[in-house]
T-cell receptor, first 114, second 107 residues
Framework: DAGVIQSPRHEVTEMGQEVTLRCKPI?????LFWYRQTMMRGLELLIY????????DSGMPEDRFSAKMPNASFSTLKIQPSEPRDSAVYFC????????????FGEGSWLTVV | AQRVTQPEKLLSVFKGAPVELKCNYS??????LFWYVQYSRQRLQLLLR??SRESIKGFTADLNKGETSFHLKKPFAQEEDSAMYYC?????????FGPGTRLSVLP
């Protein structure tokens, strides 16, 4: 398996533009997570899905952020409109259900909003 | 609320010295704990999990329920161990991560 696949790997955009980050989880995994990583705040959980259903979105910063998982093999994280403080690395991760199973991360999407 | 703390933001040791990265947790049930490592500009990857009781790259971690700790140890640090280390706790289907400790192994 290629692991969790994220795109784009790097994006530079202007303030006010819409940003869409994409994630393909590992096949057979039924939980998907979106994390944001910054120097100041470390690794923050934004939202996670189980069987394509959002379970906990309490980490989503504000209404500018939205996430969807239309099927088991695809998820998006959208920021509209983007702001410079959204600059961060956004990680997607997935996990197969059951005890003892760990979470696997993608390589991250490096977002810079200027 | 479930919580993971890592008191040290940065830990510097010399090559060959022992290293211990601290992790404490608060959890109402029976915890499942993990250590993740992130090398420079790479993805987070699993280092070890407490249920496996394994040693990976010379690292070990023992769950101490009395002290609610899961410290990561290595007797002789290597320069290639320099990375960001995250302690994590599984809470149902969610994973709660600590703030991370940056380990710098000096030559």
């Amino acid at each position: 398996d290629a692991g969790v696949i994220q795109s784009p790997r790097h994006e530079v955009t202007e303030m006010g533009q819409e940003v869409t980050l994409r994630c393909k989880p590992i096949s057979g995994h039924n939980s998907l997570f979106w994390y944001r990583q910054t120097m100041m705040r470390g690794l923050e959980l934004l939202i996670y899905f189980n069987n394509n259903v959002p379970i906990d979105d309490s980490g989503m910063p504000e209404d500018r952020f939205s996430a969807k998982m239309p099927n088991a093999s695809f998820s998006t994280l959208k920021i509209q409109p983007s702001e410079p403080r959204d600059s961060a690395v956004y990680f997607c991760a997935s996990r197969r259900g059951g005890g003892g199973n760990t979470i696997y991360f993608g390589e991250g999407s490096w977002l810079t909003v200027v | 609320a479930q919580r993971v703390t890592q008191p040290e933001k940065l830990l510097s040791v010399f090559k060959g010295a022992p290293v211990e990265l601290k992790c404490n947790y608060s959890y109402s049930g029976s915890p499942e704990l993990f250590w993740y490592v992130q090398y420079s500009r790479q993805r987070l990857q699993l280092l070890l999990r407490h249920i496996s009781r394994e040693s990976i790259k010379g690292f070990t971690a023992d769950l101490n329920k009395g002290e609610t700790s899961f410290h990561l140890k290595k007797p002789f640090a290597q320069e290639e161990d320099s990375a960001m280390y995250y302690c994590a706790l599984r809470d149902g289907q969610n994973f709660v991560f600590g703030p991370g400790t940056r380990l710098s192994v000096l030559p």
